[in-house]
């Protein structure tokens, strides 16, 4: 198929299959990857809760990668089908050429930070030596592998907008399930392999992840895209990186936010017990598996959205908005089913200690409130984002989780101790909810007069 053709389906074909059609393989990828997240804690609470609890407190310093990756990514995304949209298929590979190169530049500046800092990073937020000793050795490999992060992830959102995005999920499935299979033989040793440990699981992810980026690139560079790129006709232009952070930046502080959010509560907890700790490091693997279809939706929605506000096509825009949010709400609704009904099997699934599985259940059950609200909240966020509106979603994440959330979790772990402190989740998002439906009812209503104008 022309790659052209295959774009402009997103300003032709019926909104809802074609949505379906975008989404459901970054879907399926994202589940395999949460699996891939539940998996892995799962093989390392075999070696001990300790050990489970010092990756999670390494937990918020790989999200920052992630953030920085995801962050860039997003506003590569939303700017190339913005781009392509309007018919600037050249300008959008060069967009493409730039991000390539701010992915080699993070990967350098990262793997140097793992050399010289993962121990004074841990030990920020323990002062537990074997807690500080299995986060640093897990840490150190993440780090000086990051470039396995960025460039993958990048080389995804190129493709993605454009609108493909079935070879992502390809990439990212190698990934997960390579992971999978690699999780246990150097963690335990298995075979011929070497009873590595903690240090086991990150050279399984850092070795997944660096096979599956080579898999996308390939593809980046031979297959046939509608977006382009000509590394050796390369020339720097300011405005490109402008335009991709105008998005991309408030979608990375977004993320590292959820860092700090996670770092806070961490030390939070770890002034009751270090199982504390594990809870919340198991409840982040298990919300994957409700947020990453969400996430996988918006893969679909974005491109589709930005396609079409650059298209100047407000009717298919607002059909496309009632879809995404109403698919987000159920993807939500059945996780917080799911975490109501059976939260003691899940617990479980990591470790069968009966403080664990009290503390895990009370998690599970109180913050799983909040999921009816999340769902359609992760599809505004992205509207904004679609309409290259990045700050906006930045503000709204800001309120959610500095604002609200980390300052309720303090207070009620004061007035209610440790069981309290989970009910600061359905609070901020109660709060941060209500503002975002008021801020994006008064976007939309603008956007929609502008266009409505521009067509008279």
């Known amino acids: 198929m022309d790659p052209k053709t295959n774009n402009n389906r997103m300003g032709t074909e019926p909104i809802v299959p074609l949505l379906l059609k975008l989404s459901i393989p970054s879907i399926f990828s994202m589940f395999i990857q ?13 070696l001990s809760k300790d050990a489970l609890a010092a990756v999670s407190l390494a937990f918020p310093i790989e999200m920052v990668l992630i953030a920085i ?6 506003g590569t995304s939303s700017l190339i089908s913005r781009l392509l949209g309007s018919a600037k298929d050249r300008r959008a590979g060069n967009v493409a050429e730039h991000v390539f190169f701010i992915g080699l530049f993070y990967g350098i500046i990262v793997t140097a930070i793992g050399f010289f800092l993962p121990e004074h990073l841990i030990s920020f937020f323990t002062d537990n030596h074997l807690l500080i000793d299995y986060g640093t050795r897990y840490t150190r490999i ?4 990051s470039i396995a992060i960025f460039i993958p992830v990048l080389a995804s959102d190129i493709l993605r907008g454009e609108g493909n995005t079935f070879i992502p999920m390809v990439s990212m499935l190698i990934g997960a399930i390579l992971n999978i299979i690699l999780d246990p033989l150097l963690i335990f040793g298995y075979g011929p392999f070497p009873r590595l ?3 086991g699981a990150a050279i399984a992810t850092v070795l997944s992840r660096i096979i599956s980026g080579t898999f996308i690139l390939s593809i980046l560079f031979r297959g046939s895209h509608q977006v382009k790129l000509n590394l050796k006709a390369f020339r720097f232009d300011f405005s490109i990186v402008k335009d991709v952070y105008q998005v991309g930046l408030p979608a990375m502080l977004m993320q590292i936010l959820g860092s ?3 770092s806070g509560l961490n030390l939070i907890l770890g002034s009751y017990t270090p199982t504390a700790i594990a809870a919340l490091g198991i409840y982040f693997r298990l919300q994957s598996f409700v947020f990453m279809p969400v996430f996988g939706l918006n893969q679909g929605y974005l491109p589709m959205l930005g396609y079409n506000y650059g298209h100047r096509n407000p009717q298919r825009m607002k059909k496309t908005m ?3 949010f109403f698919m987000g709400f159920c993807f939500t609704m059945i996780g917080c089913l799911l975490f109501q009904l059976f939260p003691v099997q899940l617990i479980k699934l990591f470790d069968s200690s009966p403080d664990l599985i009290s503390i895990g259940t009370d998690a599970l059950k109180t913050i799983s409130l909040a999921y009816p609200i999340i769902g359609p909240a992760i599809i505004g966020s992205a509207t904004f984002q679609a309409f290259g509106m990045g700050f906006s979603s930045l503000i709204l994440s800001f309120s959610r989780q500095i604002l609200f959330l980390l ?35 008064k976007t939309l209503k603008r956007i929609f ?4 104008e521009e067509s008279n």
């Open 34 to 46: 949460a699996l891939y997240n539940v998996v892995d804690s799962i093989f390392v609470a075999r």
């Open 69 to 74: 990756a995801v962050g860039t990514g997003t």
């Open 142 to 145: 993440i780090l000086i592998g």
């Open 197 to 199: 440990g903690v240090e």
């Open 260 to 262: 700090v959010t996670i």
């Open 322 to 324: 009632q879809s995404a």
């Open 407 to 441: 300052p309720s979790a303090f207070i009620l772990s004061k007035l209610s101790g440790l069981a309290g402190i989970w009910y600061c989740f359905p609070i901020s998002e109660v709060l941060a909810g209500i503002l975002m439906a008021f801020w994006l009812r």
């Open 449 to 452: 007069n502008s266009l409505s």
